[in-house]
């Protein structure tokens, strides 16, 4: 089985805070994904990386970076975090270009206050 | 930009009954349409999906149908029962590796 995990259910953090959210998975899948989901809106692609040391913008990229340094692991990085990112967060990841199943993490929980 | 309509948001259906949602796309190329179901509190999961060279595909009570040339798909459940209860999101594909999702549809299914 897939398994895509995320370093925490849930998070709270401050306005202007910098914050790491982490994504493992163990099927070394080469491409990752970092979504936000928020009601009426469905989920919407952050970024975005389709190797490692690669990555690219989503839809909604502004106010988010991403890392991945190593092919398992693909963090998002709220640089100064706000309040209108609060948020659950959700990571996935799937095999190779053009194998389009996406495995999702239970996602992270984030309030911003 | 390229965008996926979803409807209704929200539906109840009585158990046993029946229950369709549809999806309209607007990339031409779009060409992998997956269904994902995403259960209160967990992670959204493949249900079913289907590619532009085909028209319709079925698995047990659920069916997924294609019509490119109106660039629709709809997702059919059949004898619905109360673990069908989620909301269901439909996704076309963007290039080599993304989806766009819609907006999710809430389904009720009420004993």
């Known amino acids: 089985d897939v398994k895509v995990t995320q370093s925490s259910r849930y998070l709270v953090k401050r306005t202007g805070e910098k914050v790491f959210l982490e994504c493992v998975q163990d099927m070394d899948h080469e491409n990752m994904f970092w979504y936000r989901q928020d009601p009426g809106l469905g989920l919407r692609l952050i970024y975005f990386s389709y190797d490692v040391k690669m990555k690219e913008k989503g839809d909604i990229p502004e106010g988010y970076s991403v890392s991945r340094e190593k092919k398992e692991r693909f963090s998002l990085i709220l640089e100064s975090a706000s309040t209108n990112q609060t948020s659950m967060y959700l990571c996935a990841s799937s095999p190779r270009p053009g194998d389009y199943e996406q495995y999702f993490g239970p996602g992270t929980r984030l309030t911003v206050t | 930009g390229e965008n996926v309509e979803q409807h209704p948001s929200t539906l109840s259906v009585q158990e046993g009954d029946s229950a369709v949602i549809k999806c309209t796309y607007s990339?031409?190329?779009?060409?992998?349409f997956p269904w994902y179901k995403q259960e209160l509190g967990k992670r959204p999961q493949l249900i079913i999906d289907i590619r532009s060279n085909v028209g319709e595909k079925k698995d047990q009570r659920i069916a997924v149908t294609l019509n490119k040339t109106a660039k629709h798909f709809s997702l059919h459940i059949t004898e619905t029962q109360p673990e069908d209860s989620a909301v269901y999101f439909c996704?076309?594909?963007?290039?080599?590796?993304?989806?766009?999702f819609g907006t999710g549809t809430r389904l009720k299914v009420l004993a």
């Open positions: 996704a076309a594909s963007r290039g080599t590796y993304k989806y766009i």
């Open positions: 990339d031409s190329a779009s060409n992998y």
